[in-house]
């Protein structure tokens, strides 16, 4: 079954983390939520592209006999042949070319430019600007000083079946990913709740790696070998997808395209319990791409977070125009 899609009008957009809290039992059922635009919504983009400085490709290599599950290691692209690939259509064409890969699979190459974007951050109210969000959301509470370190998160793919492995968003918080320009962009999303059995079947295919270090890749023929719950969602040019917190997602690129980022939170991440989550009990040696941003979860007391809520999440009309289940 696919996520749901949500439409939104421009009140909705201007007020786009009470719209999210309005549709939140989905989001957290599906583990996310597709939203679309309406013809009155107005963004703050810049016109001009950014020039990635640095750009990788994967090494994606075959962990088991059957092809279910692949690790996914980044390497320097200027030491590798850039060869011509096969073109990328739907999901049937991109598992296929793994399947039918030798042991070891070179996708097209991606940037992941922090602290980049192509909103303008200083605009009129009504011109949505992805940098606002950490600061509109729950992370508020967290002060300033925290808040301002969660900035947006610019990537480029440049070709064929680019790979985003299996993943969460740093401390199991909520994001917000806008698809700026190019390709469709598949995902496979499961809900938090499936966390717990998704780890003992990895535990049981024997695979030394868990998904905390954005390194797998699973086939979704896996998932329905042991009932785990996922949704589909393609994404298109102009559209965003809403991750709920502790969801765990992985996706590719039919082709090249420009994807922006922005993580956030919900009363939700403190009240189930995302916000104390510790992956100390990770074994595999591995170390994290990013440095997390450490939040003092204290400072989100009960009647702050009542207050938040009171203050900012009761608004009456909810921006949305339908919902569509897929």
Not at 22 to 31: A, P, Q, T, V, Y
Not at 160 to 173: C, I, K, R, T, Y
Not at 285 to 306: A, G, M, R, W
Request: a neutral charge; charged letters at 20%.
């Amino acid at each position: 079954m696919d996520a749901p899609i949500v439409k939104i009008n421009s009140f909705g957009l201007q007020n786009i983390i009470n719209f999210i809290y309005i549709h939140e039992r989905i989001l957290k059922e599906f583990g996310a939520i597709k939203i679309q635009l309406s013809s009155d919504c107005t963004l703050a983009l810049k016109k001009r592209k950014i020039s990635p400085t640095s750009t990788t490709t994967q090494k994606i290599t075959k962990l088991n006999a059957d092809g279910s599950i692949y690790s996914v290691d980044k390497m320097d692209a200027q030491n590798l042949y850039n060869e011509q690939r096969s073109p990328i259509t739907d999901e049937k064409t991109f598992w296929s070319s793994l399947s039918n890969s030798d042991h070891i699979f070179y996708p097209s190459n991606v940037s992941i430019l922090p602290n980049q974007t192509l909103f303008y951050k200083k605009r009129h109210r009504k011109y949505f600007a992805i940098h606002s969000i950490p600061r509109q959301s729950l992370l508020k509470l967290a002060g300033s000083k925290i808040v301002n370190q969660f900035v947006p998160c610019l990537t480029r793919t440049h070709g064929p079946g680019a790979v985003f492995p299996l993943s969460s968003a740093q401390q199991h918080l909520s994001l917000l990913v806008y698809h700026h320009q190019g390709s469709p962009r598949h995902w496979y999303i499961i809900p938090a709740y499936e966390r717990d059995a998704l780890t003992k079947i990895l535990q049981r295919e024997n695979s030394s790696i868990c998904f905390e270090h954005q390194k797998l890749l699973i086939n979704p023929l896996l998932f329905d070998k042991y009932h785990i719950r996922y949704h589909r969602l393609v994404q298109y040019q102009n559209e965003f997808v809403v991750l709920s917190a502790g969801a765990l997602t992985q996706s590719f690129t039919e082709d090249a395209s420009w994807n922006e980022s922005i993580p956030f939170a919900l009363p939700s991440w403190i009240d189930d319990g995302h916000a104390h989550y510790s992956d100390s009990t990770c074994q595999c040696c591995i170390n994290s791409f990013y440095e997390p941003i450490t939040i003092d979860v204290t400072l989100f007391k009960h009647e702050l977070i009542q207050e938040y809520i009171e203050t900012y999440l009761n608004i009456d009309n909810d921006g949305s125009t339908s919902i569509n289940k897929g």
